[in-house]
């Protein structure tokens, strides 16, 4: 069993950084390949960025590449999303999700493949 919990969204101009942190519980999250997806009013969640077990993997959306940036402290059962340069379409709700199913060593794209999500948190770009 695993749970997740976000935190760090707020408001934020743009052109602004936020980090995203992602806690979680059980001894199983230092296999976990993790991601995090976000969902905008109307639209489906979508891919931002993933990162497998080690970290040694890392995957990102074309539409926040160079900007934002996934990693993970196993001995924190921790994972970051730090995202910079802001733009007002990076609104939404942000989750994080954990997968305890398929290899460790891939990063997964798609919501799917993930078996625990976090409630979300808020991240709202302003122009």
């Known amino acids: 069993q695993v749970q997740l919990v976000e935190s760090g969204g707020g408001l934020v101009q743009a052109g602004g950084s936020l980090r995203l942190s992602c806690a979680a519980s059980g001894r199983t999250f230092s296999n976990c390949p993790v991601a995090w997806f976000r969902q905008a009013p109307g639209k489906e969640r979508a891919f931002v960025g993933g990162?497998?077990?080690?970290?040694?993997?890392?995957a990102y959306a074309d539409s926040v590449k160079g900007r934002f940036t996934i990693s993970r402290d196993n001995g924190k059962n921790t994972v970051l999303l730090q995202m910079n340069s802001l733009k007002p379409e990076d609104t939404a709700v942000y989750y994080c999700?954990?997968?305890?199913?398929?290899?460790?060593?891939?990063?997964?794209?798609?919501?799917?493949?993930?078996?625990?999500w976090g409630q979300g948190t808020q991240v709202t770009v302003s122009s």
């Open positions: 999700a954990a997968t305890t199913v398929g290899s460790r060593l891939a990063v997964r794209t798609t919501a799917t493949t993930y078996n625990y």
């Open positions: 990162i497998n077990w080690s970290g040694g993997d890392t």
